[in-house]
């Protein structure tokens, strides 16, 4: 079993920045690959960054050259370095832990936008 717990997330205004954090803990060995996801209000959940073995980075077309996923493995951590924010970056983000049979989800982080 893999816990994971998001942390980070906040009121900011647009232009400015956040980092969220993604705490593992339980049994972090069988995680593969990770990942951050956002859903916002009246949208279906959508991987925001990914971040596999290797270290090779994935970003969705919206967040690329803003946002920036690094992980630390020897401290079961994940990051996710947001900047230039945006009012449409406001979603709840999710953490995703991918396992060889299955994937496990944080409670998520609230981001929200504005000014």
Same mark, same amino acid.
């Given at each position: 079993?893999?816990?994971?717990?998001?942390?980070?997330?906040?009121?900011?205004?647009? #232009? =400015?920045?956040?980092?969220?954090?993604? !705490?593992?803990? %339980?049994?972090?060995? &069988?995680?593969?690959?990770? @990942?951050?996801?956002?859903?916002?209000?009246?949208?279906?959940?959508?991987?925001?960054?990914?971040?596999?073995? #290797? =270290?090779?980075?994935?970003?969705?077309? !919206?967040?690329? %050259?803003?946002?920036? &996923?690094?992980?630390?493995? @020897?401290?079961?951590?994940?990051?996710?370095?947001?900047?230039?924010?945006?009012?449409?970056?406001?979603?709840?983000?999710?953490?995703?832990?991918?396992?060889?049979?299955?994937?496990?989800?944080?409670?998520?982080?609230?981001?929200?936008?504005?000014?």
């Amino acid at each position: 079993q893999v816990l994971l717990e998001e942390s980070g997330g906040g009121l900011v205004q647009p #232009g =400015g920045s956040l980092r969220l954090s993604c !705490s593992a803990s %339980g049994d972090t060995d &069988i995680i593969i690959n990770m @990942a951050w996801y956002r859903q916002a209000p009246g949208k279906e959940r959508e991987q925001v960054a990914r971040i596999i073995s #290797g =270290g090779q980075t994935n970003y969705a077309d !919206s967040v690329k %050259g803003r946002f920036t &996923i690094s992980r630390d493995i @020897a401290r079961n951590l994940l990051y996710l370095e947001m900047h230039s924010l945006k009012p449409e970056d406001t979603a709840v983000y999710y953490c995703y832990g991918r396992a060889r049979i299955r994937g496990y989800w944080g409670q998520g982080t609230q981001v929200t936008v504005s000014s």
